[in-house]
């Protein structure tokens, strides 16, 4: 059983930047694709960025391409993300996912694990 615990959201204006990191327990996280999601206010949630077991292979939604950067670091069983150049539209809960599938599999149905998530909320 994998447990995932976010840390890092927070308040920032637009222009700005947030680091988020994802903490799993377990020995097995270097077995897992991992990513992040997010939910807005009266939206569903929605697919931001994955990143294979290996951390070899990348996958991001339109809307973060350029300014979003996933990373890992198995030996510390932690995933990142680097969220440069926030929109107001950023604004949400964000998400760590855990799947033992690939990445079209995360991103497309979902994860088997998921944290409890992290407001980040920008400002115009």
């Known amino acids: 059983q994998v447990q995932l615990v976010e840390s890092g959201g927070g308040l920032v204006q637009a222009g700005g930047s947030l680091r988020l990191s994802c903490t799993a327990s377990?020995?097995?996280?270097?077995?897992?694709?991992m990513g992040w999601f997010r939910q807005a206010p009266g939206k569903q949630r929605e697919f931001v960025v994955a990143i294979s077991w290996s951390g070899r292979s990348t996958h991001y939604a339109d809307s973060v391409k350029g300014r979003f950067t996933i990373s890992r670091d198995n030996a510390k069983n932690t995933v990142t993300l680097q969220m440069n150049s926030l929109k107001p539209e950023d604004t949400a809960v964000y998400y760590c996912a855990a799947d033992r599938d690939g990445l079209g599999s995360l991103a497309y149905e979902g994860a088997e694990h998921w944290g409890q998530g992290t407001q980040v909320t920008v400002s115009s």
């Open positions: 377990g020995p097995t996280f270097s077995t897992y694709t």
